[in-house]
């Protein structure tokens, strides 16, 4: 694999912190040898910004994105029910009233499938809604980069792989 401008850029420095997992390219810079893979389902309804979303995902440095995309609530249903995900990126205006079941729905069947919704309505509200239906997180369709969605993934999935643990520690008792 070529490394994108944005692998080429780590340094020295960054491989002292993941030893053994950084390679050389030809120019004699860094870059991740071995990305973690996982399959994404995007519920995006809008073409264009479905492609914004598959170039973040396509552009990140330590993940390597599976992209499943849905763009009705019927078809999100389907692709949640017969593939494995990992994670969901789910247009919040899409889901708001029925779809909000669906979040549900894959965080249900998936113990260890976050979800993320994403929006371009500003301000806190919507997140606060999201997340109250069982969201992870959510971002704002504005704000999105590739370091900003890969950032937002990989803490989304640590955060709901701890709470899982917690939720199952508790259960235990």
Same mark, same amino acid.
């Given at each position: 694999?070529?490394?994108?401008?944005?692998?080429?850029?780590?340094?020295?420095?960054?491989?002292?912190?993941?030893?053994?997992?950084?390679?050389?390219?030809?120019?004699?810079?860094?870059?991740?040898?071995?990305?973690?893979?996982?399959?994404?389902?995007? =519920?995006?309804?809008?073409? +264009?910004? $479905?492609?914004? *979303?598959? #170039? !973040?995902?396509? @552009?990140?440095?330590?993940?390597?994105?599976?992209?499943?995309?849905?763009?009705?609530?019927?078809?999100?249903?389907?692709?949640?029910?017969?593939?494995? =995900?990992?994670?969901?990126? +789910?247009? $919040?205006?899409? *889901?708001? #009233? !029925?779809?909000? @079941?669906?979040?549900?729905?894959?965080?249900?069947?998936?113990?260890?499938?976050?979800?993320?919704?994403?929006?371009?309505?500003?301000?806190?509200?919507?997140?606060?809604?999201?997340?109250?239906?069982?969201?992870?997180?959510?971002?704002?369709?504005?704000?999105?980069?590739?370091?900003?969605?890969?950032?937002?993934?990989?803490?989304?999935?640590?955060?709901?792989?701890?709470?899982?643990?917690?939720?199952?520690?508790?259960?235990?008792?």
């Amino acid at each position: 694999m070529m490394p994108t401008t944005k692998e080429a850029t780590k340094t020295k420095k960054d491989t002292d912190i993941v030893a053994g997992l950084w390679q050389l390219d030809s120019n004699g810079k860094f870059f991740d040898a071995n990305p973690k893979r996982i399959t994404v389902l995007v =519920i995006e309804d809008n073409p +264009a910004d $479905f492609e914004n *979303i598959l #170039d !973040a995902l396509l @552009q990140m440095d330590l993940l390597h994105a599976n992209v499943l995309h849905a763009d009705d609530i019927t078809s999100a249903r389907m692709i949640a029910e017969r593939n494995q =995900i990992d994670f969901a990126l +789910a247009n $919040f205006c899409m *889901i708001m #009233d !029925a779809g909000m @079941q669906l979040i549900q729905d894959i965080c249900g069947r998936y113990d260890d499938c976050p979800v993320v919704t994403i929006s371009d309505a500003p301000g806190q509200e919507v997140s606060q809604l999201a997340i109250g239906a069982g969201a992870i997180n959510h971002l704002n369709k504005n704000d999105l980069t590739s370091a900003l969605l890969e950032t937002t993934i990989r803490s989304s999935m640590n955060t709901h792989c701890i709470e899982t643990r917690l939720k199952n520690t508790i259960l235990e008792q």
